[in-house]
């Protein structure tokens, strides 16, 4: 029996009307799908209800790490593909899923990202590997800033094929996301002792390094100097982002006189 047939894909949704219908639609290989959904109130539940394969469970949302693990306790099949709504499988990692024959030692499979605006694919970006294929039983998340990651309890093997991250959002949209995750960052970066931070982020907790750095490196180094209008909003995006932490920390050094 396929792989694929021992697999439950798991999709967080809050509000994803101009994504989700294109992730769903790249996994109809999937026999079942649960998607987790944290109170949407445009027409996100509408379009998970037009695949059949797919349940849909509300839970009201507390951090990333939460609604995962949630949704784990939910699923039966011994293996689970984690994605973000914005997430879209391509066909060669779907070819590459279904032709896997893991170990009993292989827990989880990683995969790495081309990142997409408005569907144009981007030559690089700061997008990295995540392990989106995993036993569940092997699988915990927790909170990491505004982010959250999964801790696999056993081997991790890379699969070849990419997956597509390629949100749609209107600009509106996205501000207020990232308004919301950089006080989660903050939250963190601050909480944290320097010491058990990430190099990347001892340079955010500085403020104002991050947001001219990160403008130079994905313009230059990343080369989305060369990908015309989308390169250019993919700059300007991650710029915006690391400058909303830098104003969240220099707001409360301001007023609380952290160091």
């Known amino acids: 029996m396929s792989l694929a047939q021992h697999i439950t894909a798991l999709v967080l949704t809050c509000n994803e009307e101009a994504n989700i219908g294109r992730t769903l ?21 509408a379009i998970v209800d037009r695949f059949p394969q ?24 011994p293996w689970v593909l984690s994605l973000d709504a914005d997430y879209v499988v391509s066909d060669a990692l779907a070819r590459e899923i279904l032709a896997l024959s893991p170990d009993e030692a292989t827990c989880a499979f990683r995969v790495s990202f081309v990142y997409r605006i408005h569907g144009r694919n981007l030559r690089a970006a700061l997008y990295p590997p995540r392990s989106v294929l995993y036993r569940r039983d092997r ?52 909480a944290t002792p320097r010491a058990h931070l990430r190099r990347s982020d001892r340079i955010r907790r500085m403020g104002w390094p991050a947001p001219i750095l990160v403008f130079l490196y ?3 180094v990343k080369r989305c100097l060369f990908d015309g209008w989308a390169g250019w909003l993919y700059v300007l995006q991650r710029t915006v982002a690391e400058m909303l932490i830098a104003l969240e920390l220099a707001e409360r050094r301001l007023g609380a006189g952290n160091p």
């Open 25 to 45: 639609a790249a996994l109809h290989w999937v026999p079942h799908i649960l998607v987790v959904d944290s109170g949407s109130t445009d027409g996100t539940l």
């Open 54 to 77: 797919t349940k849909a469970v509300t839970r009201s949302f507390d951090s990333f790490a939460a609604q995962c693990n949630f949704g784990l306790a939910q699923i039966a099949s």
């Open 139 to 190: 699988a915990t998340y927790r909170d990491i800033g505004h982010g959250h990651r999964v801790e696999i309890a056993g081997p991790i093997r890379e699969l070849a094929a990419p997956i597509y991250h390629d949100d749609r959002k209107p600009l509106s949209r996205w501000l207020a996301t990232q308004r919301s995750y950089a006080r989660r960052e903050a939250d963190y970066l601050l």
């Open 218 to 220: 994905t313009l230059i």
